[in-house]
């Protein structure tokens, strides 16, 4: 094993640990007081987060220096969305409290990290021209706001539920209001939706012959996700479409989206190897 090598194990247990550690301080803190908006578990939240995020790109830069090169494997695409989606809620969270929304986001780092370092099968990104490097970096990005607008809407509906069924949810105090949570989905999913406008466009032009390279169900159901997002801030804008309507929308939108990105990697990279 190389030195760097080494380094990068030790990066991935110590990301992991902060998040780890946030994430159980915030519950216990929570649990002791969920009426209390500051404890010192919920003033260093964003601190532990910060931390583990910067350890999180040490660990996906030391990666890519030891492979010359970032991964597009399965665990290491997650790994590095995981670490976008998180630096992306954490600038959120100066402007709106939403630690109670990146507490699953914690959760599903700390898994990708360890299945990266576990399982990961590197295999390099290959921007081949300026075209092509615009494509992934675009895809990255669109799918990262995405996937905190799908937390954003997964969140909303469970506020929702609780209102309908009069069931009080303590953590729901830590929220934004509705209307304001509303607003950020929207802001996220018009800004994830212009980006990835952006990727299949610049895919449409750089990549070529799509079937070969086995990417046709992924421009597919790239495409189908991409029509969902635009029919709702189409409704949006339109007929005011907002509760269940928008999440569910939203969320399917996202499912379309999740299957086109990483559906034919876990089927390539998992499903055929076991056969």
Not at 234 to 249: F, M, Q, S
């Amino acid at each position: 094993m190389t030195d760097i090598s080494t380094l990068t194990l030790i990066t991935t247990f110590s990301s992991v640990l902060c998040y780890a550690i946030a994430v159980v301080q915030l519950f216990i803190s929570h649990r002791a007081n969920p009426q209390q908006e500051q404890t010192p578990a919920k003033q260093a939240f964003p601190v532990l987060g910060l931390l583990g995020a910067a350890l999180h790109l040490l660990t996906i830069t030391l990666d890519a220096i030891d492979h010359q090169g970032l991964s597009s494997s399965l665990f290491d695409a997650l790994s590095i969305t995981a670490f976008i989606v998180i630096s992306m809620g954490l600038i959120a969270q100066t402007r709106y409290p939403l630690r109670a929304m990146l507490l699953p986001a914690f959760i599903i780092a700390i898994a990708c990290l360890i299945l990266a370092s576990c399982y990961s099968d590197h295999t390099p990104i290959l921007a081949t021209s300026p075209g092509m490097l615009t494509h992934i970096l675009s895809s990255i990005i669109a799918y990262s706001l995405l996937s905190l607008a799908t937390l954003l809407a997964l969140t909303l509906q469970i506020v929702e539920r609780g209102l309908k069924d009069h069931r009080e949810i303590s953590w729901v105090r830590q929220l934004p209001a509705l209307v304001t949570m509303e607003k950020l989905l929207f802001q996220l999913i018009t800004a994830g939706w212009l980006i990835l406008t952006a990727a299949i466009l610049s895919g449409g032009i750089f990549i070529e012959d799509i079937f070969a390279q086995h990417l046709a169900h992924k421009t597919l159901f790239t495409i189908i996700s991409w029509l969902l997002y635009g029919l709702l801030l189409i409704g949006r804008h339109n007929y005011g479409w907002r509760g269940t309507i928008a999440i569910k929308l939203a969320i399917a939108a996202f499912l379309a989206l999740l299957i086109a990105y990483f559906g034919s990697k876990f089927v390539l990279e998992i499903l055929l190897q076991q056969v």
